[in-house]
C-alpha cells in the first residue's frame, strides 16, 4: 500500500507535516502532556537533552535520563489534537517517507499520559495520582476509525442505559488501559479509575458560567453509576482517544492523572504546580528504573 501525498502529508523538508518531525526526532518511550508549557517541566529533568522542536502547539524535546532515551510531546487539549500527534507519531516509526509504504517491522510505543484531572466522588484527595484504567470517551473520535472488536461494550451499554441514552445521539466508547505498562509504573499509592474524556472543559463537564447544561443532573448520574464494581473517579479530556488510537495502532499506552479539582466537594488544589512535579518526577522514575 503506498500512500498518496494528500494522505501522509510531509513538510519541505521531509518532516511530518503538524509535529515537524524526522523519525529520528523521537523516542519509543513517550511522555505526552496536554499544555507546550509542560514539556520543559519534564524535559529539565533529563540528564541530556538533544532536540528540542514546536510547531502550533506540539512541542518535543527527546533526551535522556539515567541511560534511557525519552521524549516528551504535548499535545494540546482535546481528542482531535490526540488524533493528529498519534497518527503522526506512528506514521513515523512504521512508514517509510521515502518509498511513502508501511514498514515491515513494526515498532512499539510506550506512552504515558501525565495530565490533570478532576475527581467526581468525594473521597478521592486533591493532589493524588489516579491511573485511568479504562477511558470512556464522550468525544466520538474512535467511531470515525474501525473498532467494535476492541471496545469494552458491556461498560458502555450500561453507562448509556444508565444515563437514559438509548435514543441519544451521542453513544460513549470505552478502552482500557495496557496491563503490561500499567505493571512497570504502578505502585500502591496510584489508585485506579474509570475517566470520562469529555469534548469540553464547560458544558461537556456540567460546569456552569453563562450556559446552562442541557442536564443539571449529569456529574451527580456518573458518580452513581457502578458496574461490576466500577465506578467513574474522573473527568478530563484526552485519555479515552489515547487509549482507542494506541490499541488500534499497536501501541501501550497509560494514562495517570494528578487530581487538581474535586468536582463532588467544590475544591480545588492550593498548590497545582507542585502536585503536577510530583506527578512528574514520579513518573520518570518508574520510567527509567526498569
Given at each position: 500500500?503506498?500512500?498518496?501525498?494528500?494522505?501522509?502529508?510531509?513538510?519541505?523538508?521531509?518532516?511530518?507535516?503538524?509535529?515537524?518531525?524526522?523519525?529520528?526526532?523521537?523516542?519509543?518511550?513517550?511522555?505526552?502532556?496536554?499544555?507546550?508549557?509542560?514539556?520543559?517541566?519534564?524535559?529539565?529533568?533529563?540528564?541530556?537533552?538533544?532536540?528540542?522542536?514546536?510547531?502550533r502547539e506540539?512541542?518535543?524535546?527527546?533526551?535522556?535520563?539515567?541511560?534511557?532515551?525519552?521524549?516528551?510531546?504535548?499535545?494540546?487539549?482535546?481528542?482531535?489534537?490526540?488524533?493528529?500527534?498519534?497518527?503522526?507519531?506512528?506514521?513515523?516509526?512504521?512508514?517509510?517517507?521515502?518509498?511513502?509504504?508501511?514498514?515491515?517491522?513494526?515498532?512499539?510505543?510506550?506512552?504515558?499520559?501525565?495530565?490533570?484531572?478532576?475527581?467526581?466522588?468525594?473521597?478521592?484527595?486533591?493532589?493524588?495520582?489516579?491511573?485511568?484504567?479504562?477511558?470512556?470517551?464522550?468525544?466520538?473520535?474512535?467511531?470515525?476509525?474501525?473498532?467494535?472488536?476492541?471496545?469494552?461494550?458491556?461498560?458502555?451499554?450500561?453507562?448509556i442505559q444508565?444515563?437514559?441514552?438509548?435514543?441519544?445521539?451521542?453513544?460513549?466508547?470505552?478502552?482500557?488501559?495496557?496491563?503490561?505498562?500499567?505493571?512497570?509504573?504502578?505502585?500502591?499509592?496510584?489508585?485506579?479509575?474509570?475517566?470520562?474524556?469529555?469534548?469540553?472543559?464547560?458544558?461537556?463537564?456540567?460546569?456552569?458560567?453563562?450556559?446552562?447544561?442541557?442536564?443539571?443532573?449529569?456529574?451527580?448520574?456518573?458518580?452513581?453509576?457502578?458496574?461490576?464494581?466500577?465506578?467513574?473517579?474522573?473527568?478530563?479530556?484526552?485519555?479515552?482517544?489515547?487509549?482507542?488510537?494506541?490499541?488500534?495502532?499497536?501501541?501501550?499506552?497509560?494514562?495517570?492523572?494528578?487530581?487538581?479539582?474535586?468536582?463532588?466537594?467544590?475544591?480545588?488544589?492550593?498548590?497545582?504546580?507542585?502536585?503536577?512535579?510530583?506527578?512528574?518526577?514520579?513518573?520518570?522514575?518508574?520510567?527509567?528504573?526498569?
Open positions: 500500500m503506498k500512500f498518496e501525498k494528500s494522505e501522509l502529508i510531509l513538510n519541505p523538508d521531509g518532516s511530518i507535516y503538524h509535529l515537524n518531525l524526522f523519525p529520528e526526532d523521537i523516542s519509543d518511550t513517550i511522555i505526552t502532556v496536554g499544555d507546550p508549557n509542560r514539556v520543559t517541566d519534564i524535559s529539565k529533568y533529563f540528564d541530556h537533552i538533544e532536540l528540542k522542536k514546536e510547531k506540539f512541542h518535543t524535546h527527546t533526551g535522556t535520563l539515567n541511560g534511557k532515551r525519552l521524549t516528551v510531546i504535548s499535545t494540546g487539549i482535546g481528542t482531535d489534537n490526540v488524533d493528529i500527534v498519534f497518527n503522526e507519531l506512528d506514521a513515523l516509526a512504521n512508514i517509510d517517507f521515502t518509498t511513502l509504504e508501511i514498514k515491515k517491522n513494526r515498532i512499539r510505543f510506550e506512552i504515558v499520559r501525565v495530565g490533570t484531572s478532576g475527581a467526581i466522588q468525594p473521597e478521592i484527595p486533591l493532589d493524588s495520582f489516579l491511573l485511568s484504567e479504562y477511558g470512556v470517551g464522550f468525544d466520538g473520535l474512535l467511531y470515525f476509525y474501525k473498532n467494535r472488536g476492541i471496545q469494552n461494550t458491556e461498560i458502555s451499554d450500561n453507562l444508565h444515563l437514559g441514552w438509548e435514543d441519544g445521539p451521542l453513544k460513549p466508547y470505552v478502552f482500557k488501559y495496557d496491563q503490561n505498562l500499567a505493571d512497570k509504573i504502578s505502585q500502591n499509592r496510584i489508585r485506579l479509575g474509570v475517566t470520562i474524556t469529555n469534548s469540553g472543559f464547560y458544558g461537556p463537564q456540567g460546569r456552569q458560567l453563562r450556559l446552562e447544561p442541557k442536564d443539571s443532573g449529569f456529574l451527580s448520574k456518573l458518580a452513581a453509576f457502578s458496574f461490576r464494581n466500577l465506578r467513574i473517579t474522573n473527568l478530563e479530556m484526552e485519555t479515552s482517544g489515547i487509549y482507542g488510537l494506541a490499541q488500534l495502532l499497536g501501541h501501550r499506552a497509560i494514562s495517570l492523572n494528578c487530581i487538581l479539582a474535586n468536582r463532588a466537594t467544590g475544591e480545588f488544589s492550593k498548590n497545582p504546580h507542585l502536585a503536577m512535579d510530583k506527578l512528574i518526577r514520579f513518573t520518570l522514575e518508574r520510567l527509567t528504573s526498569y
